[in-house]
């Protein structure tokens, strides 16, 4: 059993407000959720208003599908208008 784990700093420029940003969070969370079928929260910078750092979990039986699965959130991530990644970083178990 091979366990992946991305963690993901966003910045939300836009965000004025907490509820602009968890608004934008939500979103992500929800269209990553659904469309990759991972584990995902907000697990740190939550009370900064335009940063928020995000855990994605996924569970595989190969490191190669994990990894890969991985950096196409990442770039999925990279592609949203309505905010930047600043930093992320991948690891398995």
């Not at 939300?12 to 995902?40: E, Q």
């Not at 196409?72 to 970083?89: A, E, G, H, S």
Request: aromatic share 6%.
């Amino acid at each position: 059993m091979i366990t992946g784990l991305l963690t993901v700093q966003i910045s939300v420029f836009d965000a004025m407000t907490l509820k602009d940003k968890r608004s934008v969070i939500k979103s992500l969370k929800d269209r990553i959720g659904n469309k990759y079928n991972v584990s995902i929260a907000e697990v740190g910078d939550n009370d900064k208003i335009r940063s928020s750092l995000i855990g994605i979990a996924m569970v595989a039986n190969d490191s190669r599908f994990v990894h890969q699965a991985l950096d196409t959130i990442v770039q999925f991530v990279r592609k949203q208008t309505n905010l930047t990644l600043i930093d992320y970083y991948i690891e398995t178990v």
